[in-house]
C-alpha cells in the first residue's frame, strides 16, 4: 500500500474501470496526449489509445450530448469538463436531456453517463476557475451529485459513479488534489453511495462539510478542543443522495449544527440541510443552524483567502452555536 | 506530433503596403512593447510575483495591426489574449500590472485573474474564460449600434478553439441573418492548449465555416502587418457602409504556452515550433523595415532599451501600490445589494475587526 493524492486516486480508478469493461470510454478537452490539465488522466491515452481516451473539439455540449448518445447506445463514457465553471455552455443537455431521459422514456433509456469535473477555490483562479455550483444540480432531480475529499473515496466513489445505472456529477475538489494524500487498498472496490462518514465523533456540535471543506472543518473542530468543545465532523460524500438518517442521527446526539460549504449562501447546499434539521430535528436542536460558507458574490480573484471560508470561521461558527441558546 | 499540426506556414510574400512608414514604425513599436511585456510578465509569474499569465507571444502583428485598421468609436470584445490590441487602444503596462496584481490602482477591485481586463473608456469590453461567450455579445453591439445610427464596427477576438464553442455559431449566423457591423477576428495560433488545429475542425479553414451563414470569411497571413491592416480596413469599409459581417482568419502560430499552468513539450514538437520562429513577426517587420532603410539595428537596440526601461518602471509602480481593500469584493453585485447581501458583508467586517479573517 502506499500513499497516494486525490487526482491519483482519480487516475487509478479510471485505469481500473477500463481495465475491467471495454465499453468504459473518456472524452473531454486536452485528456489525451496532454493527460488532463490537472493530469487526472495522465497515462490513459497511452494505455488505452485514442479511441477510448478522446481529446474532443472545444465543446462542452458536445462533450456531454455525445456522451448521452453513447450512453443511450450502451456504451459507458466518462465524460471530463475542465472546470466546473466551463459546464454551462453543455447545462442544457444536463438538465434538459441527461437528467430526464429515463424519466420521460418510462424507463426506456436510462443514461449512465459520469461528468467528473474540478470545482472549487483556492487555486487563484478567480471568477471562472474556482466556483462550486453543486446545488445548481443537486437541485436537478435525475442526477446523482457526489464530492470525495479523500483519495480512497475519490478512488471508490469513481468506480461506484462508473457502475451508477443512473447520471452522476463526479465534483473533484481541485484545492486538495495533491495536497491530501492517503491510502487506498489494493484491490479497493466501489464505495457505494449514500453513506456519509464521520470523521471525527464530537459530542456537542456536528460539523457538515463536504470535498475541499473537510481539511479547514478537521482544523476547527481540533481547534475548539481547546475552546471546551467537542465537535463531531460528518462528511457528507454524497450531496445525493444524501445519508439524511446520519445527519440526523448526530444532531439528535449534539443538538447543535454547523454547515460549511464554498458555495454562496443563498440557495446554496446548506439550505437544504438547514431546512432538513428544521423539519426533521427540531425538537433536538438547542442552538439555530449555522452557516459557514462563500459569500454571495461572485468568487473574487486577488481576495480569494477571504471569501473562502477557511479554519478560523468555521471554529468561530462553532464556538458560537456551541454557545448559543 | 508533426509540422501538420499547426496550418502551413504563410509564405511570406512582399506585399505593397497601405501603411504610411510612420505608421508601420508605430506598430512595430507596439508590437515590440508587446513582447517585451510578454516575457517581463512570464518572468513575474516563475517568480511568484503574479499567479498566472498567458502570453501573446506570435500573435504581436495579427493583433496590433488588427487594432491599428479600426476606429476608436469602434467596440472591441477580446478574450484574454489580446495584449497588442490592448495596447494599441492606450492601455499602459502600468494598468496591465494593476490588475494583474489586483492591486488597489486596478479598475477591476482585483476581481479578475490576470489577463482578463477590461477598460470602457477605450470600448474594450472587460474579457471572460469562458471561451467564445464574446462572439454573440459582440454582434448583440453591433445591432444595437445600428439602432442608434452610429458609424461604428464591433469585433470580437477570439481563437481557433473557439470556432466549436455555441457562441461562435450562433454569433455568425446572427450576424448573417441581421447583417450586422461585425468583424469576427479568429487568431488561428495553431492549437487549442493541447489540441492542434485539425482536431479541433475538419473544415478546411476556419475561415471557410462563415460560408454556412452566408458571410464572407477569409484567410489572412497573421504575421503580416500589411495583409491584416488591409483585410481588416476592407472589413470595416464594408460593414459601416451597410453590407454587413466578415469573419477573418489570422493564421499565426502561439509561439509559447498556452498560459503560466501548461507545458507545450507534452503536445508538440520544437521543430514545429522552430519552424514558425522563423516567422516570427516581429523579426519579419523589423527586416522589412530595415530593409527599406527605415530602420537600423542601432535604431532597434535604441527602442528595445526603451520598451524595457517603460515595462521595468510599470512593474515597479504597480508593486508599490497597496492590495485592494478587503471588503470591496462585495461591491458591484448589484447597483443595491440585496438584503442578504449587506448582512453578509457586515458579519464579515465584524470577523475583519475582531481579527477571526485577516487581510
Ligand atoms: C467553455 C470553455 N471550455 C473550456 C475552457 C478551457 N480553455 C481555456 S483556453 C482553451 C483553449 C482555447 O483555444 P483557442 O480558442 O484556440 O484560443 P487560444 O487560447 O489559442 O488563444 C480552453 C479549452 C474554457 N475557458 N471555456
Ligand atoms: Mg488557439
Not at chain 1, 172 to 192: C, F, L, M, N
Not at chain 2, 103 to 129: C, E, I, K, T, W
Request: one cysteine or more; charged letters at 25%; glycine letters at 8%.
Amino acid at each position: 500500500m502506499t500513499e497516494t493524492t486525490i487526482v491519483q486516486a482519480v487516475n487509478r480508478a479510471l485505469r481500473e474501470a477500463m481495465q475491467a469493461d471495454p465499453d468504459v470510454l473518456l472524452l473531454g478537452e486536452d485528456i489525451g496526449v496532454n493527460g488532463g490539465v490537472f493530469r487526472a488522466t495522465e497515462g490513459l491515452f497511452k494505455e488505452f489509445g485514442a479511441d477510448r481516451v478522446i481529446d474532443t473539439p472545444l465543446s462542452e455540449t458536445g462533450i456531454i450530448g455525445t456522451a448521452i448518445g453513447m450512453a443511450l447506445y450502451g456504451l459507458k463514457p466518462v465524460a471530463e469538463i475542465q472546470f466546473m465553471d466551463f459546464i454551462y455552455p453543455g447545462f442544457d443537455q444536463i438538465v434538459s436531456e441527461l437528467t430526464k431521459f429515463r424519466y420521460r422514456s418510462g424507463g426506456q433509456y436510462p443514461c449512465h453517463v459520469v461528468i467528473r469535473t474540478p470545482y472549487g477555490g483556492g487555486i487563484k483562479g478567480g471568477l471562472y476557475h474556482s466556483q462550486s455550483t453543486e446545488a445548481y444540480f443537486a437541485h436537478t432531480p435525475g442526477i446523482k451529485v457526489v464530492v470525495p475529499s479523500t483519495p480512497a473515496d475519490a478512488h471508490g466513489l469513481l468506480l461506484s459513479a462508473i457502475q451508477d445505472p443512473d447520471p452522476v456529477l463526479f465534483l473533484e475538489p481541485k484545492r486538495i488534489y495533491r495536497s491530501v494524500s492517503g491510502e487506498v487498498p489494493d484491490g479497493a472496490g466501489p464505495e457505494p453511495f449514500g453513506h456519509a462518514r464521520v470523521v471525527r465523533e464530537g459530542t456537542d456540535v456536528s460539523v457538515f462539510a463536504y470535498g475541499a471543506m473537510i481539511p479547514p472543518a478537521a482544523e476547527a473542530c481540533e481547534g475548539v478542543a481547546a475552546d471546551g468543545v467537542s465537535a463531531e465532523l460528518i462528511d457528507l460524500r454524497t450531496l445525493v443522495p444524501l445519508d439524511e438518517a446520519s445527519v440526523l442521527a448526530s444532531v439528535e446526539k449534539t443538538g447543535r449544527a454547523v454547515v460549511v460549504h464554498e458555495a454562496p449562501r443563498f440557495c446554496g447546499f446548506g439550505a437544504e440541510l438547514a431546512a432538513i434539521l428544521a423539519e426533521r430535528a427540531f425538537f433536538s436542536l438547542r442552538a439555530p443552524v449555522a452557516r459557514v460558507t462563500g459569500y454571495d458574490t461572485p468568487f473574487p480573484y486577488a481576495l480569494e483567502q477571504l471569501y473562502l471560508p477557511d479554519a478560523a470561521r468555521i471554529r468561530r461558527a462553532i464556538v458560537d452555536t456551541a454557545r448559543a441558546g | 506530433m508533426a509540422d501538420a499540426a499547426a496550418p502551413a506556414p504563410p509564405t511570406p510574400e512582399a506585399t505593397p503596403s497601405d501603411l504610411a512608414v510612420d505608421d508601420e514604425l508605430a506598430i512595430y513599436r507596439v508590437m515590440l512593447l508587446a513582447r517585451t511585456f510578454d516575457e517581463r510578465a512570464l518572468a513575474l509569474q516563475r517568480q511568484g510575483r503574479i499567479g498566472f499569465y498567458a502570453p501573446a507571444v506570435g500573435q504581436e502583428a495579427a493583433q496590433v495591426a488588427c487594432a491599428w485598421a479600426l476606429e476608436s468609436g469602434d467596440w472591441l470584445f477580446p478574450s484574454y489574449r489580446e495584449l497588442g490590441v490592448a495596447l494599441v487602444r492606450g492601455t499602459t503596462p502600468e494598468e496591465l500590472f494593476d490588475q494583474f496584481l489586483g492591486n488597489a490602482a486596478d479598475r477591476l477591485h482585483g476581481r479578475q485573474m490576470p489577463n482578463h481586463y477590461g477598460f470602457r473608456d477605450r470600448n474594450f469590453v472587460v474579457a471572460s474564460s469562458p471561451i467564445g461567450t464574446q462572439v454573440t455579445q459582440a454582434v448583440g453591439a453591433a445591432m444595437a449600434a445600428v439602432r442608434r445610427k452610429d458609424r461604428v464596427v464591433t469585433v470580437a477576438f477570439f481563437g481557433d478553439g473557439a470556432t466549436s464553442s455555441n457562441d461562435f455559431h450562433a454569433g455568425l449566423n446572427f450576424a448573417g441573418v441581421f447583417r450586422t457591423p461585425t468583424i469576427f477576428f479568429c487568431q488561428n495560433n495553431g492549437w487549442a492548449i493541447s489540441l492542434p488545429r485539425e482536431r479541433q475542425t475538419a473544415s478546411k479553414t476556419l475561415a471557410d465555416k462563415a460560408a454556412a451563414y452566408g458571410v464572407p470569411g477569409l484567410v489572412v497571413d497573421g504575421n503580416d502587418v500589411h495583409a491584416v491592416f488591409r483585410a481588416v480596413r476592407d472589413a470595416r469599409a464594408r460593414a459601416v457602409a451597410g453590407e454587413g459581417p466578415t469573419l477573418l482568419e489570422a493564421q499565426v502560430y502561439r509561439l509559447g504556452p498556452h498560459s503560466t499552468s501548461d507545458d507545450p513539450r507534452r503536445y508538440r514538437s520544437e521543430g514545429e515550433v522552430d519552424v514558425w520562429r522563423q516567422r516570427d513577426p516581429i523579426g519579419r517587420l523589423r527586416h522589412e523595415l530595415i530593409e527599406a532603410g527605415h530602420w537600423s539595428e542601432a535604431d532597434d537596440a535604441k527602442l528595445l532599451e526603451e520598451v524595457r526601461g517603460e515595462v521595468a518602471e510599470a512593474i515597479r509602480r504597480s508593486e508599490a501600490k497597496p492590495p485592494s481593500p478587503p471588503a470591496s469584493f462585495f461591491d458591484d453585485v448589484l447597483a443595491t445589494p440585496p438584503p442578504s447581501l449587506e448582512a453578509e458583508r457586515r458579519e464579515f467586517e465584524r470577523l475583519l475587526a475582531e481579527g477571526v479573517v485577516k487581510p
